[in-house]
């Protein structure tokens, strides 16, 4: 495949240029257009690559992206998936070039999307590409694309219990995580779930003047912060009643093969420009992250938010919350929980709304399976090294309702990189990871 | 005065709307272009209704307007202070009509400004025109319009250091301010100050992906929440040490003189929407914006506040933080007492910056002076009913200072109402307070 990769580049970049291109934000209804363009886009490179079929379908939301190449109804099927959304740019004054146009310096390339996750879903149209030009496919390959992963995948779960016989596989392959280290590859054996919420907290009904009510009427901003300064306890535990009720606890000897995996605090408080980690009391920063639930305000608004000094005493505030769950928390009983307990702290003098934006369950995947084992064997003749099986702190909601729908077991190959800083401004992908991850998919194919 | 505006209504209408569609807004330095169109338009209103003089000067920030007539050099003068510049309009999905575009139903003026300043300085305008044009002005009059007032007037202090001979006044005549009801008229006989604040946490260096580090470094947003909770006590007292050490408390018997006021507190709710008010522990809620300092956040924002679910992590949290402070306490001292205390707070796991807005400090009138009398006999010969004295909640930090400097007393003929919603969404003017306005200011001339 390295060969394969070196007569062809500049071609995989032009193909993978053009999907980071369109601005497929999932969160934003003015990128509605965008979605069916990029889904479009999608459908083409598959054929190109040596599909048998690929077409976008529509869905109670944005379009599915489904493609198949079948070799032999009694060959081993691999299930592809990817999302072809992606989370909006803001804050813009961060970027240092266009979000939406790629640039490649220092040895990656920079655009949203470029790592999550279109940069990772590319690579596996690519090895598929080279597997069939080179006559060494042996196994059925589908692959489902959706462009709502960002928003929580409200509509894939109808979608997939609509076409059950189509998405039929043996295992699902997924590129859309981390690994520890360019040095340290690893292999996500687990991932959080997720509550997403944003509240409304409503004092007077229109904004006031702060000098002719300050001090007479409750101030929303302050009682939204008194809540939520309510929802950690002093050893940062989430303060939600029942929130840690289901949460399994690892086993001494589980803890101990989790802390193998090399990781060095000074670096990582280096990288984050922080002189302190804060998190649950009793737990590493490995495990905070990787096996314990946490709650984080992801935003906050209310009240004058410009340049200068206005005195306003304002109507509303508002913050969207999210909570990462670990297995056996499940978002539909996290949820109502959450919102029982923001709304018995609400003081009467203000009113309180709880919405649901999103929600999905964790999930954890054996490491004994032989299709973990034949990504085990790829990644480490690539990188030279045996990969660490490792626990993601963040959420694919839709991984585990494929889980119960298909009955498909995913498989986490993840070629991302903490320094890729995706969600955030200035998302990268390392050249060298976009092409170890092809060339260590192809080896996949050969030993699964 | 009563006939001279049925007379001249259609035009005095077309001179403030020309006030009025131009949006100076001081807080913004996209609208400097603004500040001067605003102040050029004064100056040709103030020579055409008779002023001798009137001028654009420079100042260190935004123009100040400066007019006079000198009738005789031994009479008593008036000078007469307002602000041509105006809130920002945000949020400006709230306002029902165009903000910069004054529609006149429901018997009120609905724009920015309609009532702050522009149309309370407007009536100032047309009463002295009305004293001029009739014969009947035996006082000298000057006018000073400054575009800085809300934010907080830092470049007047100065100007008025430099034209102290030029600004030589007996009294100073101001309508900024509110009157308790259109049923019960009342005179401010005391403002607070303000201490206006910016505030700025940060954690990680970089906004973060909310699942590969939510739970193992601190949330800037929390932390601010965590903060902003501890800035009042269960008695709703600002938990700033010092903050109340040189508040007077008002005897029993000012406090019984102030309780006479009417107010109805189920009214009060009714206008806010609110089931209950909070506020200082031990005070009445006039008492409360009246005589006592507060604490509020007037805006707040930080991480993702746009559309849908993003799952971010953010490096910052900002805050805007206004204190009402009542005479002695001086916003010089109140500043840096607040910065230590939020400094103090703040855990070492972030850095907290904290930076001032804007300053300036209370005050109090006599009401046994003649300008009061005058006053007060000239509202209720105009409203059929003696008016109260009040103490507004609001600052204008400007007219402490000039006190100080030029060693002139403010007179707050003020004729807003609380239904203008100044500062906020749909301000307006009540067509009967405009006119009410132009006569008590007429019959105060007469009285003086």
Chains 1, 2 share one sequence.
């Not at 379908?57 to 592809?80: C, E, H, R």
């Not at 196994?139 to 109808?158: A, Q, R, T, Y």
């Not at 919102?339 to 934006?357: G, L, M, N, Q, T």
């Not at 995947?365 to 045996?386: F, L, N, Q, T």
Request: net charge negative; hydrophobic share 40%; glycine share 8%.
């Amino acid at each position: 495949m390295k060969q394969y990769i070196q007569q062809n580049k500049e071609r995989f970049f032009e193909e993978l240029f053009s999907l980071l291109r369109i601005p497929s934000i999932s969160a934003k209804a003015e990128n509605k257009p965008d979605m069916q363009r990029c889904a479009s886009r999608l459908a083409q490179l598959l054929l190109e690559a040596g599909a048998d079929e690929a077409a976008v379908y529509p869905s109670k939301g944005n379009p599915v992206v489904f493609g198949q190449k079948i070799i032999d109804p009694a060959a081993k099927t691999v299930l592809v998936y990817g999302h072809y959304d992606v989370q909006p740019p803001e804050p813009l004054d961060k970027w240092l070039t266009d979000p939406f146009e790629p640039v490649i310096h220092d040895d990656a390339i920079w655009c949203r999307g470029a790592n999550d996750d279109k940069g990772q879903l590319f690579m596996h149209i690519k090895a598929f590409e080279f597997m069939v030009r080179t006559g060494r496919l042996h196994h059925n390959v589908k692959f489902i694309f959706e462009g709502e992963e960002e928003i929580g995948s409200p509509s894939l779960p109808d979608w997939m219990r609509e076409h059950k016989d189509l998405l039929k596989a043996d295992i699902c392959l997924v590129s859309d995580t981390t690994m520890i280290s360019e040095k340290v590859p690893s292999i996500n054996c687990g991932m959080r779930g997720l509550s997403y919420l944003e509240v409304k907290v409503t004092g007077p009904n229109k904004d006031l003047h702060s000098g002719h009510y300050g001090g007479a009427v409750a101030n929303p901003i302050t009682v939204l912060c008194e809540m939520i300064a309510q929802l950690h306890d002093a050893d940062q535990r989430v303060a939600v009643p029942g929130f840690y009720d289901k949460v399994v606890e690892l086993s001494k000897e589980d803890r101990e093969l989790l802390a193998k995996a090399p990781f060095d605090l000074d670096e990582y408080k280096q990288f984050l420009g922080i002189d302190e980690v804060r998190g649950e009391k009793g737990y590493t920063t490995m495990e905070r992250t990787g096996i314990r639930p946490c709650l984080d305000v992801c935003g906050i608004w209310g009240g004058y938010t410009g340049e200068g000094a206005k005195t306003v005493l304002p109507s509303e505030a508002h913050a969207k919350i999210s909570m990462r769950l670990v297995p056996n928390q499940l978002s539909r009983e996290i949820t109502p929980l959450f919102r029982k307990y923001f709304e018995s702290i609400a003081p009467k003098d203000v009113h309180v709304e709880v919405k649901e934006c999103e929600g999905g369950d964790g999930f954890l995947i054996p490491i004994s399976s032989d299709a973990y084992k034949a990504a085990s064997r790829a990644i480490a003749e690539v990188y030279g090294i045996e990969p660490v099986p490792s626990r993601g702190g963040g959420s694919i909601a839709v991984l585990a309702e494929m889980q119960q729908i298909l009955g498909i077991d995913p498989l986490l190959m993840g070629f991302g990189l903490e320094r890729d800083t995706i969600h955030s401004p200035n998302e990268s992908y390392l050249l060298k990871q976009l092409f170890g991850g092809m060339e260590s998919i192809a080896l996949f194919y050969q030993y699964y």
